[in-house]
C-alpha cells in the first residue's frame, strides 16, 4: 500500500473502530480492526529508503498503534490513541523532537569552606 493511501486506511479504521465501541462490541474486535492499519504502516516502513523523512512519522504513528495492543486497554484510551496516529501521518508539519541535551557540565565553585 503506498504511503499516500495510509491516512485513508487509518481514517477507515477510526470509523470501524468508533463504530464498534459504540455498539458494546470487545475491545479485541476493535484492537483487530486496527492491527490492519499498524500492518499496513509497517510494511510501507521496511519499503522506505533508512533517510527518507517520512519514516519518522511513520514510526512515531507504529509507536501510538503498539499501545492499542495492550491486553487490559481501555476502549476510549484505544480509539484516542488510534486517532493520534492518525494525527501523525496527516500531519503536514509535525513537531520537531526536542533538542538531545549534551552531558551535564561540572564546574568548580570558588570559595570552599571558611575557617
Known sequence: MPLSQLPELGEQAVVAVAASLARGGPVI????????FYEAMQRELKQLPMHDPKRAALI??????ERIAAAKINPTVLLDELRKALAVLTDEHPSEP???KGRPVLRLIEGGLSD
Open 29 to 36: 474486535t476493535s484492537q483487530l480492526i486496527a492491527s490492519r
Open 60 to 65: 512515531a504513528a507504529s509507536d501510538r498503534c
Open 98 to 100: 526536542p533538542p538531545i
